[in-house]
């Protein structure tokens, strides 16, 4: 007798917010056949959105809605040419503006990624892989969370979570993240650097299997303070939260002149950096891999992978967004899977009634 087949990864998809070009990058992504060698994909969304979108970008692929299924059922849905789908509106959504802000667009951003959470809460899904939202639509729908990260932080009541981005060689781990750079020296502090250490370190040894990370932490002054010319940040917080890391195991230095260290992790002196600000990271990162970086919250019970864009006002509605970086995340998120699922007992992976 022929052995079965172990079933791949079944991942929640969501919409993202639909006036900008998640429904896009997702249509163009599913009729990718690298995305379906990995993974059986589950988008998260509105029916009537993607079957706008479908109708202009794949009028051949068939949109197949599911609300339960079985593992006999799943071979059916779950195959090239369709776009499995979960809509999470019980009823017809209102007309939102295309390329803008909207508290419409924003609520159903946010309905979906609650909906994805508590099927990869109930076991249903492995994991989860969200297209980009809008922060200004989401506050305007009375969300205030600065991004997806809190947010999934706190659907999940994760004691701490963490933004860990990877592009080609580097994997980074955010201090502080959407924040002016005015504020970022203010928000800065020992707890939160020794924070963003401890998920760079769990991150990397629980999905990386690196069995002892290194980890390098920038400076946040020019050449790391020149001994507290140019500040006393690195004297003050960030070398005693790297010595604190230490005594707890870590295997943690710095503080590092970002303007070499980056080279240095390139080089392979480092398994993982953490980053102070958003553009301290973001900028090397994208520079070496920009449409292919992937975003991993680490802290989570659940996987959570994401693009490394976001909404693309500009562009949305008019065919031109480029689906890499959602394939990459979808790729990803197939190859982490197996460690959330492991130690977890036998799951049957199948979508649960809500």
């Not at 979960?86 to 159903?108: N, T």
């Not at 604190?244 to 080279?263: E, H, L, S, V, W």
């Not at 130690?343 to 649960?352: A, D, H, N, W």
Request: charged share 20%; hydrophobic share 45%.
């Amino acid at each position: 007798m022929a052995a079965v087949k172990p079933l791949k990864p079944l991942l929640a998809i969501t919409m993202g917010d639909p006036a900008g070009i998640g429904p896009e990058i997702i249509v163009k992504a599913l009729q990718q056949p690298r995305v379906w060698r990995v993974c059986r994909p589950l988008v998260v969304g509105s029916v009537a959105v993607f079957a706008r979108t479908a109708s202009r970008l794949a009028p051949s692929l068939t949109i197949a809605q599911v609300s339960d299924h079985d593992s006999g059922e799943s071979h059916q849905v779950f195959r090239r040419g369709r776009l499995p789908l979960f809509d999470p509106f019980p009823d017809s959504i209102r007309p939102f503006p295309m390329g803008r802000a909207s508290a419409v667009a924003g609520h159903m951003a946010v309905t979906c990624i609650q909906s994805a959470v508590r099927l990869a809460q109930a076991g249903c899904v492995a994991g989860i892989v969200t297209a980009p939202i809008n922060k200004e639509a989401m506050h305007l729908a009375g969300h205030e969370y600065p991004g997806h990260t809190e947010m999934l932080g706190d659907l999940t009541k994760a004691r701490e979570s963490g933004m860990l981005i990877i592009g080609g060689p580097l994997k980074i781990v955010f201090t502080t993240t959407h924040l002016p750079l005015r504020e970022v020296a203010q928000a800065l502090t020992v707890p939160k650097i020794l924070k963003a250490i401890r998920l760079a370190h769990g991150g990397l040894k629980q999905l990386f299997g690196i069995r002892k990370p290194r980890i390098a932490v920038a400076g946040f002054n020019p050449h790391a303070g020149e001994n507290g010319l140019f500040g006393d940040e690195e004297a003050r917080l960030i070398l005693p939260a790297v010595k604190r890391a230490k005594a707890q195991g870590i295997a943690c230095t710095g503080p590092f002149p970002a303007d070499t260290m980056f080279a240095k992790a390139l080089a392979g002196a480092f398994d993982g950096i953490v980053a102070l600000y958003h553009d301290q990271g973001l900028i090397p990162l994208k520079t070496v891999a920009f449409g292919h970086c992937v975003n991993i919250t680490v802290g989570l019970p659940i996987l959570r992978t994401s693009v490394d864009h976001g909404t693309a006002f500009d562009i949305a509605g008019k065919g031109k967004a480029d689906p890499d970086s959602l394939v990459e995340a979808i790729v990803m998120a197939a190859r982490l899977a197996p460690t959330f699922l492991s130690g977890k007992g036998k799951s049957k992976m199948v979508l649960c009634k809500e």
